[in-house]
């Protein structure tokens, strides 16, 4: 029991991360939306029951293995919004939109 509630939060917080940094991709482009927010959460529980449920333990090395594999997207949600706020924060510059 004590590693199904271990990968229940580490599905929490891994989907918390990856909403957040998907919200930063979308500001400016689409209002936040709870919804996708809470989608996005759901997932990730769903991915961690998954993981205990196949029988995969989920100790600290597992968190390691997903944080590895999950920092590839959250670093592609943060460059998307790092460049957007550059080509906006560019175009308010020049005064084209």
């Known amino acids: 029991m004590e590693n199904i509630a271990q990968a229940v939060v580490v599905g ?7 909403a957040i940094t ?3 991709k979308s ?4 209002p936040f939306s709870v919804k996708k927010f809470l989608r996005t959460l759901a997932i990730g529980i769903a991915a961690g ?3 205990s449920l196949s029988g995969y333990e989920v100790t600290i ?3 390691d293995i997903a944080i590895a ?3 590839t997207a959250v670093v592609e949600q943060l460059l998307i919004a ?3 706020a550059v080509v906006k924060s560019a175009q308010a510059t020049t005064g084209s939109s």
């Open 49 to 51: 029951l998954a993981l």
């Open 69 to 71: 594999a999950g920092s």
């Open 22 to 24: 998907g919200f930063m």
């Open 82 to 84: 790092i460049f957007r």
């Open 61 to 63: 090395d597992a968190i």
């Open 12 to 18: 929490i917080l891994g989907g918390l991360i990856y």
């Open 27 to 30: 500001v400016g482009r689409e």
